[in-house]
């Protein structure tokens, strides 16, 4: 039997883009091979030249999609000046694809601080030891200064540093894409003209 195209429609959408959201998500981490949450992360620089990179998607809710990164990063500085982003997921199991724009807010110290103490304790010092974006010399000197702040906090509590922490996305616009057989794909796209107001639905020709 040949298998049916998966379809998307409107009221299979329904009014409310990040319960949507979360069950695409979670439909994908029973299918996707790595990293269901990955998704890439567009930003600006300075110049207005963009740049992109893959992160991992660490929370979210109706304030919008949280990620954790250094802020001393290329992305980190980014960010920080011009408080705007876009991001997209592809699920390739599932044939999917989500796509986001909007301003981006830091995470409340709270937030930043419960997500760095859930995180395993290499990846705790290696947020110390990695001067993130910057020149490294080799290997052996980043694995040296993680040796170094493992013997340093041996078993104490690593604190998170203050230039750690996590950005928010906060859409608004939300395109959801379902692929299509001969390239005839569903896109359903949400968008609101600030945080506060209500969204508009709307379908795009693939």
């Known amino acids: 039997m040949t298998e049916q195209p998966l379809r998307l429609d409107e009221t299979a959408v329904g009014s409310d883009p990040f319960a949507f959201f979360d069950g695409w998500l979670r439909e ?83 937030e930043a601080d419960a997500y760095y103490a859930s995180r395993p304790r290499v990846s705790r010092l290696g947020a110390w030891a990695s001067q993130q974006s910057r020149p490294l010399e080799s290997r052996a000197q980043l694995q040296a200064e993680v040796d170094r702040l493992d013997a340093t906090y041996a078993e104490d509590e690593i604190p998170r540093p203050p230039h750690w922490s996590g950005f928010r996305l906060m859409p608004l616009s939300i395109e959801f894409w379902q692929d299509g057989a001969f390239r005839l794909h569903d896109r359903i796209v949400f968008t609101r003209d600030s945080l506060d107001a209500p969204w508009d639905i709307v379908r795009l020709y693939p």
């Open 28 to 110: 994908a981490a029973d299918s996707e091979p790595n990293d269901p949450n990955a998704l890439s992360l567009a930003t600006v620089d300075t110049d207005g030249l963009p740049d992109v990179r893959m992160v991992l998607l660490k929370g979210v809710d109706a304030r919008g999609f949280a990620f954790y990164t250094n802020f001393e990063s290329a992305k980190g500085r980014q960010l920080l000046a011009t408080r705007k982003a876009a991001m997209c997921f592809h699920w390739k199991s599932r044939r999917r694809q989500v796509r986001l724009r909007g301003p981006v807010e830091v995470v409340t110290e709270a």
